[in-house]
């Protein structure tokens, strides 16, 4: 069975944008692939964090995994932190990486633009990233479009070793879901939906109450046409109003477009709003069942057993190829 690796930061409640761009296809993958889901607390830290409030959000994504229908009878979920191996494997691929190759990432000009003082840890983190990847030889991560760059020096990296030490790691394939991949912002849909975005009306967060969810999704750009068709360029509000109601419902959207033609945006963002409440209130149900609770810790604490024994004989493996530590006669 092949093995998928994915993982999520800690650094706020997921978007309606992570579930079903990622999250819902987390939960479909985990029949039929062997999966690592991770909780990339690490990766968080590469900018400053308050320790309570991380730590909170660390719990919460956690809970949302597992509400969102990630089974862990089936998938392995635990918190990169508590795996060590990482943050081992991490450091040993800077070491093949160049400053140079870091340097173009776009998240890192993103990230550190306009900044007197940028952490080495945003420069370096792609090396982590790609650790957390090969240490499960995953065949497969599925990712959005903002990290196909960080795939490609995932593969990079690991080719690199590969050539100069030994073949340890599998190189990964990207995965990119067809729909639902790059959910936009409901105010600016050019703009992709974000948590960190400063106008709250421009995302749906998944622990949102319901009504705050229908008046966003009411308050949501269209256009004064009036039509309710899958235009990108020329209608990318109700572009995007269509690709999450396809995206919650399974309907294809040509089905839609026929469903709402001769209807006004009224009735079609009521449709929008009452497909997102029907996914998201299930999930907040089981949410609130678990975040307390004594089988969160359990199940993290039986992923990162299974997670440090599959990542702990990687990193052996890569110490070796490098010549690292000793050698027991």
């Given at each position: 069975?092949?093995?998928?690796?994915?993982?999520?930061?800690?650094?706020?409640?997921?978007?309606?944008?992570?579930?079903?761009?990622?999250?819902?296809?987390?939960?479909?993958?985990?029949?039929?692939?062997?999966?690592?889901?991770?909780?990339?607390?690490?990766?968080?830290?590469?900018?400053?964090?308050?320790?309570?409030?991380?730590?909170?959000?660390?719990?919460?994504?956690?809970?949302?995994?597992?509400?969102?229908?990630?089974?862990?009878?089936?998938?392995?979920?635990?918190?990169?932190?508590?795996?060590?191996?990482?943050t081992q494997l991490g450091w040993m691929l800077q070491s093949i990486g160049y400053v140079g190759e870091l340097e173009r990432m776009t998240q890192y000009k993103d990230k550190s633009q306009g900044k007197e003082a940028v952490s080495t840890a945003l420069l370096t983190?792609?090396?982590?990233?790609?650790?957390?990847?090969?240490?499960?030889?995953?065949?497969?991560?599925?990712?959005?479009?903002?990290?196909?760059?960080?795939?490609?020096?995932?593969?990079?990296?690991?080719?690199?070793?590969?050539?100069?030490?030994?073949?340890?790691?599998?190189?990964?394939?990207?995965?990119?879901?067809?729909?639902?991949?790059?959910?936009?912002?409901?105010?600016?849909?050019?703009?992709?939906?974000?948590?960190?975005?400063?106008?709250?009306?421009?995302?749906?967060?998944?622990?949102?109450?319901?009504?705050?969810?229908?008046?966003?999704?009411?308050?949501?750009?269209?256009?004064?046409?009036?039509?309710?068709?899958?235009?990108?360029?020329?209608?990318?509000?109700?572009?995007?109003?269509?690709?999450?109601?396809?995206?919650?419902?399974?309907?294809?959207?040509?089905?839609?477009?026929?469903?709402?033609?001769?209807?006004?945006?009224?009735?079609?963002?009521?449709?929008?709003?009452?497909?997102?409440?029907?996914?998201?209130?299930?999930?907040?149900?089981?949410?609130?069942?678990?975040?307390?609770?004594?089988?969160?810790?359990?199940?993290?604490?039986?992923?990162?057993?299974?997670?440090?024994?599959?990542?702990?004989?990687?990193?052996?493996?890569?110490k070796k190829a490098m010549g690292l530590g000793r050698v027991r006669k």
């Amino acid at each position: 069975m092949e093995t998928i690796f994915s993982g999520i930061q800690p650094s706020g409640t997921l978007t309606l944008g992570n579930y079903l761009g990622a999250l819902k296809q987390f939960v479909e993958l985990q029949d039929d692939y062997e999966c690592y889901f991770c909780i990339v607390d690490e990766h968080a830290i590469t900018v400053p964090q308050e320790r309570l409030k991380l730590r909170q959000n660390i719990r919460s994504l956690a809970a949302l995994y597992l509400a969102s229908g990630i089974n862990p009878d089936k998938a392995t979920l635990f918190i990169q932190s508590e795996v060590p191996a990482h943050t081992q494997l991490g450091w040993m691929l800077q070491s093949i990486g160049y400053v140079g190759e870091l340097e173009r990432m776009t998240q890192y000009k993103d990230k550190s633009q306009g900044k007197e003082a940028v952490s080495t840890a945003l420069l370096t983190y792609p090396a982590l990233m790609a650790a957390d990847i090969l240490l499960y030889q995953s065949n497969l991560v599925p990712v959005g479009d903002d990290q196909k760059q960080h795939m490609e020096l995932t593969r990079d990296l690991a080719g690199r070793f590969n050539n100069r030490f030994n073949d340890i790691f599998t190189i990964p394939e990207i995965r990119i879901p067809k729909v639902g991949a790059r959910i936009m912002s409901l105010q600016d849909p050019t703009k992709k939906m974000s948590k960190s975005d400063e106008n709250e009306k421009s995302f749906i967060s998944m622990l949102d109450d319901l009504k705050k969810i229908e008046k966003k999704i009411k308050s949501a750009v269209t256009d004064s046409e009036g039509i309710v068709k899958y235009d990108k360029e020329n209608k990318p509000g109700v572009s995007n109003l269509l690709t999450i109601y396809s995206s919650c419902t399974g309907k294809s959207i040509e089905s839609l477009e026929a469903k709402y033609e001769g209807k006004g945006y009224g009735d079609f963002k009521q449709g929008v709003a009452d497909a997102v409440i029907s996914v998201l209130k299930p999930i907040q149900d089981r949410y609130q069942e678990l975040i307390d609770s004594d089988i969160l810790d359990e199940i993290l604490d039986n992923g990162a057993a299974k997670a440090n024994m599959t990542a702990n004989k990687t990193v052996a493996k890569a110490k070796k190829a490098m010549g690292l530590g000793r050698v027991r006669k």
